[in-house]
């Protein structure tokens, strides 16, 4: 079985004012119908994971996932959400993708699955080169990893539950604790991993189309 997709839509969006950048217009259609174009055609389901009144999202006939942890912990209660889901399916896995990220890998999940084998639990995070001009937290052995584009185990998730609940809220130490791997993507001639976070991102983006 092909895993099931969940969308990341569960933060605050401070940068952008506040609100829903899934929803901000993005070469005419909103963030969040190229996210669910590029996904849907990858995995076996999709979901969204927000918070909030989940009618805003009717349109796209999509199960509407709340974080079960309160106090916006991140990502990661985003893809516990995902896996409760999951399991709910009789899943074994989840690939998750962020709702402001529009140029991901058309092959994400074929190349996060293949990278998976040979684990127990498949537990892969998304990576792209290092380049000498690029600073993150999230850079490692070469490689800046995308924390919320992963496959993630169902078999986990009460693990996850468990760390988030003892106050875990950075993606890689928890990958890191299970033996995570890495699917390194090219980051030429863009950045799939491109994501909009400011208006002066959405306006790149539009320029990128």
Known sequence: ?????????????????????????????????HVL???????????????????????????????TITGYPGPLAGVLAGLDWAASQDADAI??????????P???????????QGQTHPLVLAATPRRADIETKSMTSGVIRHPTFGLWPVALRDDLRAALNAGLKKVVLWTDRHDGRLAVFPDQPIDPFFNVN???????????I
């Open 37 to 67: 174009a590029r996904l849907a055609p990858q995995v076996g389901a999709v979901a969204l994971n927000a918070n909030g009144d989940a009618a805003r999202f009717a349109s796209y006939g999509l199960p509407v996932l709340a974080d």
């Open 198 to 208: 400011t208006p002066e991102d959405l306006q790149m983006a539009e320029a990128m």
């Open 95 to 104: 690939v998750t993708v962020a709702a402001d990220t529009p140029f991901f």
């Open 106 to 116: 058309a092959d994400l999940v074929a190349q996060l699955v293949a990278q998976a």
């Open 1 to 33: 079985m092909r895993p099931l997709g969940v969308v990341l839509a569960g933060g605050l969006a401070t940068r952008m004012g506040g609100g829903d950048k899934a929803l901000l217009p993005l070469g005419g259609r909103s963030l969040l119908a």
